[in-house]
């Protein structure tokens, strides 16, 4: 008997290399969406932090309307809260690598629907009304939450 030399029933280069070209692209295509669900996961995780950053911001202004409204003006306020209340300090805060600022800005209202104006007119300003935005900055990324607060007092 003599050994069969080729018989074409073993594997050839060519398709042991096409093997590995369909597997490496399945592995780039795992790896690619890990990567993806990574850096999504983290920035949900960094989103959730300055939203409740954010949160803390406005309920601090609240505290602080609550105790002196005077002390709501015009401007970029950060926040302390160093003697065991708020109070605002400088013009922005860090923390945690997320940059906070506090924008307290005049209201106007229209005198015929004594609806809040888009615009700020000196000659309608509202002394009772603040609009406050507080904003959540980090890796060129931000957070803005804005509402309307009256002294009620």
Same mark, same amino acid.
């Given at each position: 008997?003599?050994?069969?030399?080729?018989? %074409?029933?073993?594997?050839?280069?060519?398709?042991?290399?096409?093997?590995?070209?369909?597997?490496?692209?399945?592995? *780039?295509?795992?790896? #690619?969406?890990?990567?993806?669900?990574?850096?999504?996961?983290?920035?949900?995780?960094?989103?959730?932090?300055? +939203? *409740?950053?954010?949160?803390?911001?406005?309920?601090?202004?609240? #505290?602080?309307?609550?105790?002196?409204?005077?002390?709501?003006?015009?401007?970029?306020?950060?926040?302390?809260?160093?003697?065991?209340?708020?109070?605002?300090?400088?013009?922005?805060?860090?923390? %945690?690598?997320?940059?906070?600022?506090?924008?307290?800005? &005049?209201?106007?209202?229209?005198?015929?629907?004594? +609806?809040?104006?888009?615009?700020?007119?000196?000659?309608? &300003?509202?002394?009772?009304?603040?609009?406050?935005?507080?904003?959540?900055?980090?890796?060129?990324?931000?957070?803005?939450?804005?509402?309307?607060?009256?002294?009620?007092?």
């Amino acid at each position: 008997m003599q050994p069969i030399l080729n018989d %074409n029933k073993g594997v050839s280069i060519v398709e042991i290399l096409i093997a590995m070209t369909i597997i490496i692209i399945a592995l *780039a295509s795992i790896l #690619s969406l890990a990567t993806f669900s990574l850096k999504a996961a983290s920035l949900t995780k960094e989103t959730t932090k300055a +939203n *409740a950053i954010s949160q803390e911001a406005m309920e601090a202004v609240r #505290s602080i309307r609550d105790s002196d409204w005077a002390k709501l003006t015009p401007g970029s306020h950060g926040l302390t809260s160093a003697a065991g209340f708020w109070d605002f300090t400088g013009t922005e805060n860090v923390i %945690n690598g997320f940059t906070r600022t506090i924008l307290i800005e &005049n209201v106007s209202r229209d005198p015929t629907t004594d +609806n809040i104006e888009i615009t700020y007119n000196p000659a309608n &300003n509202d002394p009772n009304t603040k609009k406050i935005t507080a904003t959540v900055s980090w890796k060129s990324k931000e957070v803005k939450i804005i509402t309307y607060l009256a002294n009620w007092k």
